[in-house]
């Protein structure tokens, strides 16, 4: 069965300061890869997606995400963090029935 | 586009009332999905529709839920009779199979539902 595992429940970083939030996942095939954000009453938002091709992909505000079939790991990263990136991060993978499978979240406090 | 739309956003019910949340996908997707999240069990998916047909609502926690969508443009998920143990965030979601954003969930802003 998939799963997905965000091992990291709280983050804590300067603003300014880079961002790793770490992703796996376990499915059989190549997976599509998701990361959301849901900022505090709100609903989720779509960061980036992974279907196929460069493993490097590129998201709104200013995230990337990098899949590693070998390591089954799709991490977000960010360069440099902005007090308004505070909020909880949802990695997410999907399969050929449509459904998606969400990890737990990582919250990610940001101090200045 | 107006996005999924979710109402009401708020709802405070006393327990064994009936509970009724609505949700308006976005024209053109023909997948929408029901989800429920808590602090305890984080997001969970109740149940999805395609074309407005009921394909998996293994999630669905009792008989108590019931979700429907009479047509494409909108659907609910009911709870009768409430129980505390039902407080959450009930999220809506669509998608399309087809075109460049095929199989992205985008997401409603989610009905808070608190019973007393």
């Known amino acids: 069965a998939q799963s997905v595992t965000q091992p990291d429940i709280h983050i804590t970083v300067s603003e300014g300061a880079s961002l790793e939030l770490r992703c796996n996942y376990s499915?059989?095939?190549?997976?599509?890869l998701f990361w959301y954000v849901q900022s505090p009453g709100q609903g989720l938002q779509l960061l980036l997606k992974?279907?196929?091709?460069?493993?490097l992909v590129q998201g709104i505000k200013g995230f990337e995400a990098e899949f590693k079939r070998s390591q089954s790991s799709f991490n977000l990263r960010k360069p440099s963090v902005h007090w308004s990136d505070a909020a909880e991060y949802f990695c997410?993978?999907?399969?050929?029935?449509?459904?998606?499978?969400f990890g737990t979240g990582t919250r990610l406090q940001v101090f200045p | 586009d107006a996005g999924v739309i979710q109402s009401p956003r708020h709802e405070v019910t006393e327990m064994g009332q009936e509970v009724t949340l609505r949700c308006k996908p976005i024209?053109?997707?023909?997948?929408l999905f029901w989800y429920r999240q808590t602090m305890m069990r984080g997001l969970e998916l109740l149940i999805y529709?395609?074309?407005?047909?009921?394909?998996?609502d293994s999630g669905m926690p009792e008989d108590r839920f019931s979700a429907k969508m009479p047509n494409a443009s909108f659907s609910t998920l009911k709870i009768q009779p409430s129980e505390p143990r039902d407080s959450a965030v009930y999220f809506c979601?669509?998608?399309?199979?087809?075109?460049?954003?095929?199989?992205?969930?985008?997401f409603g802003a989610g009905t808070r539902l608190s019973v007393l």
């Open positions: 979601a669509s998608s399309r199979t087809r075109g460049s954003a095929k199989n992205i969930q985008y």
């Open positions: 499915y059989g095939a190549t997976p599509y």
């Open positions: 992974y279907f196929s091709g460069d493993t």
């Open positions: 997410a993978v999907g399969d050929n029935t449509d459904k998606l499978i």
């Open positions: 024209s053109g997707h023909d997948y």
């Open positions: 529709f395609n074309n407005n047909v009921p394909i998996d």
